[in-house]
């Protein structure tokens, strides 16, 4: 079942190997960390960044073609994210944010409009979310942080977050949950094994907001998808079952389980360190049209007081928040039109198991930026967001020329006629 192609040319090798770059770049920063990675002379984020970048540079002078539109606007949205820049003019702030925000940032959302513009590579970065995904799982398994499991009850990679870790273990999840509802036979049972085993991990490193993003995404993605022709109560209800039964088995079970996914499960959802950060920026955002620069939210006289000496960057902890904040009213709203749209395109390009399922992987990531991380940090999901404006042009495009056709039909009909 392929996915819907956006080129009609085969990919040539260094797209298919900026794919994997650019998953490498997404994926890096959340397992660099690993004892497997930690010995490393190389810095993985730079490497993939590099390499990504090569990759870029490489197909644009191919002289191949790509979607030059989505390419345009994700100039034009990086444009308005200067005014966040221009803001730090004279302060001693911002500096590393935004020039993260230019150089990888920037590669995670003008990739896909070059490296996942064939429906090889699309369907490669669906694969390699899962196979991440599991290789992460086995590793959480083999190498666990000794502490996080004695201490808190969290299952966890030594060297890593536990919001990473279920972040890459969660979006082979969602993967998993939507194939298992949308496929038959015995690949049906292999997409549940690992639908099960991924969600019971997720469970196990007890971070709620990849959790919440995959209980959201697989429900979602299964009710907008266009491939369901009918059968769309008994898929949803297979992938909501093995989300829900698979998270319920390991609460319930004797095996260690974190506390705080107990009691979010109970409905226990407060969060007061998060609260605080949501309210500070909630009211900001009201008083500066023009945010208040890249790194700003630090500025926020009680994010000050409450977070002084910190050597950790503090940010709000929500993607569209923080853009808000720092960025300003247009950069955010930018923002939401691209989500929208984005959302817009996964949903009709959804017309098999493998387009429904990047439709869950999309969301799940899109979902996720709103509980964790900031700009910079949530590069997945820049590159889901682009991908998705990719399907909605693309579809528009289909949508104007099959109109222009129809009218110039309609023309031609009318001059044959009889008067």
Not at 114 to 134: D, E, F
Not at 348 to 367: C, D, F, H, K, Q
Request: aromatic share 10%; charged share 15%; net charge positive.
């Amino acid at each position: 079942m392929a996915l819907p192609l956006l080129t009609a040319h085969k990919p040539r090798q260094e797209q298919v190997l900026g794919c994997v770059a650019l998953f490498g770049l997404c994926y890096a920063g959340l397992v660099k960390g690993a004892p497997i990675f930690a010995g490393s002379p190389i810095d993985l984020t730079l490497f993939f960044g590099i390499a990504t970048g090569l990759a870029v540079v490489t197909y644009s002078l191919s002289g191949r073609s790509y979607d030059w539109r989505a390419v345009a606007c994700v100039i034009g949205l990086w444009a308005v994210f200067g005014i966040g820049a221009a803001m730090n003019i004279g302060t001693d702030r911002g500096a590393y944010k935004t020039a993260l925000l230019y150089t990888l940032t920037l590669l995670c959302a003008l990739g896909p409009c070059l490296l996942l513009a064939s429906a090889r590579a699309q369907r490669l970065w669906l694969y390699l979310a899962v196979a991440g995904g599991l290789a992460v799982a086995v590793e959480t398994i083999l190498m666990r942080d000794a502490t996080a499991w004695t201490v808190y009850h969290r299952l966890n990679v030594e060297g890593t977050s536990t919001i990473g870790t279920a972040r890459v273990i969660g979006a082979a999840a969602v993967v998993a949950s939507v194939m298992t509802a949308l496929t038959f036979g015995r690949r049906r049972l292999w997409w549940c094994a690992v639908a099960v085993f991924c969600t019971g991990l997720v469970v196990m490193v007890g971070s709620r907001g990849p959790l919440i993003s995959l209980a959201l995404a697989v429900p979602v993605a299964l009710f907008l998808s266009k491939a369901m022709y009918g059968r769309r109560v008994a898929a949803l209800a297979m992938g909501i079952i093995v989300v829900i039964a698979s998270a319920w088995a390991v609460v319930e079970s004797s095996v260690r389980h974190s506390v705080r996914i107990s009691r979010f499960m109970a409905g226990d959802v407060t969060d007061l360190a998060r609260e605080a950060l949501l309210r500070e920026a909630l009211s900001v955002i009201g008083r500066n049209p023009l945010g208040l620069g890249w790194d700003g939210f630090i500025a926020i006289p009680a994010i000050q007081f409450n977070y002084a000496g910190r050597d950790r960057p503090i940010y709000p902890h929500n993607f569209l928040l923080e853009i808000f904040v720092e960025g300003g009213w247009l950069a955010g709203a930018l923002v939401l039109v691209l989500v929208a749209l984005s959302i817009r395109g996964f949903v009709l390009n959804s017309r098999t198991s493998e387009s429904t399922a990047v439709l869950g992987l999309g969301i799940y990531w899109i979902a996720a930026a709103q509980t964790s991380s900031d700009i910079n940090g949530n590069r997945t999901t820049w590159v889901m967001l682009v991908l998705g404006l990719m399907y909605y042009l693309r579809e528009r495009g289909e949508r104007r020329a099959a109109r222009a056709v129809s009218a110039g039909e309609r023309v031609g009909w009318r001059q044959v006629s009889p008067p």
